[in-house]
């Protein structure tokens, strides 16, 4: 399988007029960012940070080789920054990177498929995670303990407890 991507941050715009950007930064640690060296973009761009300077909070302040005015910054809006799933650290047990559940089989109690993992995404109040089902609709659930009980990513699979109101209405099943 090959390595996955993990977003790191993203360039919210232009700060200034001699080419830093202001980023998102989705690292646990503010100035993480750094330290995993060149970045790329989903078009296979590299970026490498050659300043960098914490923010407000969750943000940053980041200069890019040859990103030298306020045009090539302002072009720079909306990037995604992503690092190899493999450039990162190790996590303990019971942790997990979100890339690592992304394509895991998503399975009810009794182990019947309900489909696979196609995202895990956070709207502001808490993560939800995406299934999409065989037949190609997409489920949104929230993302907690409760309705993620078990996750066994060496196996390939995760533990969705289906909650009680879609169990009748073939929501999820």
Known sequence: ?????????????AQGLK???KVKLFTAEPDALP??????ARDGRKFVITAFRPAREGEA????GGVSDRNAAEALKGT???VS?????????DEFYHADLVGLEARDSEG????????IHNFGASDVIELLRDDGDT???AFTRETVPHIHIADGYLVVAVPEDDEDNDHVE
Do not use: C, N, Q
Not at 35 to 40: D, K, Q
Not at 112 to 119: P, T
């Open 61 to 64: 302040v980041v200069t890019f």
């Open 35 to 40: 330290r995993y060296g060149a970045l790329h």
């Open 80 to 82: 995604e920054l992503f």
């Open 139 to 141: 489920v949104h659930l």
């Open 85 to 93: 799933r493999d450039a990162l650290p190790d996590t303990g047990e």
């Open 112 to 119: 019947r498929m309900l489909g696979k993992v196609a995202a």
């Open 1 to 13: 399988m090959p390595p996955r991507d993990v977003l790191l941050a993203a360039v919210m715009g």
């Open 19 to 21: 080419g830093e950007v």
